[in-house]
């Protein structure tokens, strides 16, 4: 088949499958494969690198559209280093923000277990505490917002 690399034997080593290949060639992340008489597929050995620069930068989050867009800059002969750099701070910046709303978030359900816990505990076993009806983010700012007062007098 020549000294091309098999489409088969390039997934391996690449630890993808052959459909994520053709997949990532018809988006233009990897470029057109020479083809044999017969039609097969023949890679360079650069594509098992490509591969793992895509698998590397999918994993730092960014989309296949991205990686195509910054691919495609430097395959035009440009530099797309900062506008990497630019989407990579944006990503993190999103991280932070839903880091802060899960802590805000976890620390909201660790006060409404705590309050809902005092209720439950001084709800007799035969009667309902409606404790689901209370669970929502607004009945618990009542009540939080009740729990400050009474604490402020």
């Not at 990532?24 to 044999?36: A, S």
Request: hydrophobic residues 35%; contains cysteine; proline residues 5%.
């Amino acid at each position: 088949m020549g000294d091309g690399l098999s489409i088969g034997i390039v997934a391996n080593r690449a630890g993808v499958t052959p459909d994520t290949i053709r997949y990532y060639e018809r988006l233009g992340l990897l470029p057109m494969p020479t083809r044999t008489p017969a039609g097969y597929r023949q890679y360079g050995d650069g594509v098992v690198n490509r591969l793992a620069l895509i698998r590397n930068a999918q994993q730092f989050g960014f989309s296949l559209r991205d990686i195509a867009s910054f691919l495609r800059v430097r395959e035009k002969g440009g530099k797309p280093c900062h506008d990497v750099r630019r989407a990579a701070e944006q990503m993190l910046e999103a991280v932070d923000r839903q880091i802060a709303e899960l802590i805000a978030t976890r620390h909201h359900m660790q006060r409404t277990l705590r309050l809902r816990g005092k209720k439950l505990a001084g709800t007799p076993d035969d009667q309902p505490a409606h404790l689901l009806e209370t669970l929502g983010a607004s009945n618990w700012a009542r009540h939080e917002g009740r729990a400050r007062l009474k604490n402020r007098r």
